[in-house]
């Protein structure tokens, strides 16, 4: 016990040292000329459903994924799908398999070792938090393009709900807030974000009053000109333990609460009279429709980064025909911090990031949609990673510099500064790293935590 009080008493040390240095910095920026009103943050709305800081700016175009004429609907196949036919195509066919098989038999060896991380309890953890997202499929259950159990206006013997576009926003956001969205926005419905097919069937749009699953395609109403984009924070206090099982749990419970939330404010839209289709990673492309929203902007990890959790959230969307108000998107100066940070480039172990200092139209696979303009990743080293971790893996999220719990006030100075001076952006990044951000916490403490994290780290 001494051992382990002896190491706490030195990682409160390094902290507190760190914590200094950054508000020591802090200090001399505001000196150098940053406005003064940077410690008064908070103040106006701008973009998204909530009171967002000053620095986070509305914008007429996102700052990032400029397109071109190449710019299409996409196929919809998923990395895993992609992943098995490129490891089939390098390594031989039944490759996929025996490393799959490999990887089974790696897991049951930590668990029977009790590796920090992989025991028994951390896995299951895991398993349990993804229960709701692996119950889920587009277009059933919990994800069902049409009304499951909720009364209809005609059925309330009332009218359907009407109000101007902007009250009707507040409204949808509201609800949307209820059920677990830690940012939501509005979004025009933009058709090349929609996959071209999936499960498959061809998703198409067609002149119809309601949306419909048949045996051969997805239908979506043309009048289904509104998205509810949605962005669920993560559980930082276990994404801080990436990769292990208890960092893939903080993915598992996130893609859950996106279900849940999807689908109840579908059918809150539905019980108000109007046609909903939720959608978690299903049916069309979320980062788009957040970045379009302004829920964020579109990072160096090619996902989007958010003001107030970073890139430490889950994104999902309702489409629908109710007519709303449109949010713009938005601009804190993430695109000039991510040229300088790379900070996750260099934090991934696969070596999947861009570490170009500029975006790009080159992309690095089939994978990345061509004909937008991006730092592209490499998933196929991105997904070989994780078949050796047994789960996705998240270093990426945790290290970035945007990733905090919005609960201390120096973290809001340096994202203001960040935005407004991004002359600093340079020695954030070091005093990011001088605080410890960003490093795997021992995955054994979480669970002697008391009590244990809550959704936002």
Request: a positive charge; proline letters at 6%.
């Amino acid at each position: 016990m001494q051992g382990v009080d002896r190491n706490n008493n030195v990682e409160r040390e390094r902290k507190q040292t760190g914590r200094r240095a950054l508000l020591t910095a802090a200090g001399l920026i505001a000196a150098g000329g940053v406005p003064a009103a940077i410690s008064a943050l908070g103040g106006k709305p701008s973009g998204g459903s909530r009171k967002r800081a000053w620095w986070v700016k509305a914008v007429d175009r996102p700052t990032l994924g400029q397109k071109t004429g190449q710019f299409k609907r996409f196929s919809g196949d998923n990395i895993f799908v992609i992943y098995r036919q490129l490891k089939a195509q390098r390594d031989g066919a039944g490759s996929f398999e025996a490393e799959q098989a490999a990887k089974t038999k790696r897991l049951a060896g930590w668990m029977r070792d009790r590796k920090p991380g992989f025991r028994l309890p951390d896995h299951q953890l895991s398993e349990g938090a993804w229960t709701l997202m692996k119950s889920t499929e587009p277009g059933a259950g919990l994800l069902s393009w049409t009304r499951i159990a909720v009364n209809t206006p005609a059925e309330l013997g009332v009218g359907r709900h009407t109000a101007p576009p902007e009250e009707m926003a507040k409204t949808v956001k509201a609800a949307a807030r209820l059920y677990g969205a830690g940012l939501v926005g509005i979004a025009p419905m933009n058709e090349g974000y929609v996959n071209l097919r999936q499960e498959k069937k061809d998703i198409v749009f067609e002149d119809a009053e309601v949306p419909a699953v048949t045996d051969k395609k997805f239908v979506i109403p043309r009048t289904m000109k509104w998205v509810v984009s949605i962005a669920i924070p993560m559980d930082l206090d276990l994404l801080s333990r990436a990769p292990t099982s208890l960092g893939d749990a903080a993915t598992g419970l996130g893609y859950s609460h996106s279900a849940f939330t999807v689908a109840s404010l579908a059918e809150f839209i539905r019980g108000l009279g109007y046609q909903a289709i939720p959608s978690v990673n299903d049916t069309a492309l979320s980062v788009p429709f957040a970045v379009e929203a302004g829920i964020g902007e579109l990072s160096r990890l090619n996902k989007l980064v958010t003001p107030e959790f970073g890139p430490a959230v889950r994104l999902c969307k309702v489409f629908t025909d109710l007519p709303m108000a449109y949010d713009k998107p938005v601009d804190f100066g993430l695109v000039e911090f991510c040229r300088k940070c790379k900070k996750c480039a260099e934090s991934c172990p696969s070596g999947a990031l861009s570490f170009d200092d500029e975006p790009s139209f080159k992309t690095r696979g089939p994978w990345n949609n061509p004909g937008h303009k991006a730092w592209f990743e490499d998933s196929y080293l991105c997904f070989q990673h994780w078949q050796q971790v047994d789960n996705g893996c998240g270093i990426c999220l945790a290290s970035c510099p945007y990733t905090k719990a919005a609960q201390a006030w120096i973290h809001d100075v340096v994202k203001a500064t960040a935005s407004v001076a991004p002359a600093a952006d340079g020695l954030f990044r070091i005093m990011d790293n001088a605080l410890g951000y960003g490093r795997q916490h021992d995955p054994e403490q979480w669970w002697t935590r008391d009590p244990p994290s809550g959704a936002r780290g």
